[in-house]
């Protein structure tokens, strides 16, 4: 796999906290936007591009420093399983939901019906849970993700404006 596959996350602040303390957690909560772009197309890839490429739907959330969702060299819980080899999100949103206080909220974006597009939605965070996970399946693949984990979104005690994130094709190590 080229490491030039590189789909896009751009989070933007529309609501950032106005008040900042002298710890390191910030306060208050804030509300992003998160968009994936998908950036994968025959001519920035024009070697061994796939049949019918897409992107299954974008799934995550905010959460603590208690919750992983994945990380690389991790093995795959069943629901990062499911994502991986499928593209369906219900068992990772039960494992998400059963964290309780864990999770702050919860993101479920339709899907990329080709290797190039856009999908978005609004994603809450506050001092407790200012960390984000997100990932999408990359089709076709047996087992492959981009996503990221544990990006936090507070930086000093302060919310992050802007933020985007270049990301990577993973492996979930499942199809064996």
């Known amino acids: 796999m080229r490491r030039t596959l590189i789909p896009r996350f751009l989070i933007v602040a529309v609501l950032v906290c106005s008040f900042r303390t002298v710890s390191t957690v910030c306060t208050g909560n804030a509300t992003y936007r998160v968009t994936f772009t998908a950036l994968w197309t025959s001519t920035s890839h024009p070697r061994q591009y796939p049949d019918n490429p897409h992107w299954s739907g974008l799934v995550g959330g905010s959460h603590n420093s208690m919750y992983t969702m994945w990380q690389p060299g991790n093995h795959s819980t069943p629901g990062m399983k499911t994502v991986a080899e499928t593209g369906s999100p219900g068992t990772l949103e039960n494992e998400m939901r059963v964290q309780g206080s864990n999770i702050l909220d919860m993101l479920a974006?339709?899907?990329i019906s080709s290797g190039n597009g856009t999908?978005?939605?609004?994603?809450?965070v506050d001092?407790?849970?200012?960390?984000?996970?997100?990932?999408s399946m990359i089709v076709p693949s047996p087992d492959w993700f981009a996503g990221v984990h544990g990006l936090d979104?507070?930086?000093?005690?302060?919310w992050t404006q802007s933020r985007t994130v270049d990301l990577f094709p993973y492996d979930a190590g499942?199809?064996?």
Request: one cysteine or more; charged letters at 5%; glycine letters at 14%.
């Open 109 to 111: 974006l339709g899907g």
């Open 174 to 176: 499942t199809d064996s």
């Open 127 to 135: 001092g407790s849970h200012s960390l984000v996970s997100l990932v």
């Open 153 to 158: 979104l507070c930086n000093q005690s302060t």
């Open 119 to 124: 999908t978005s939605g609004n994603l809450d």
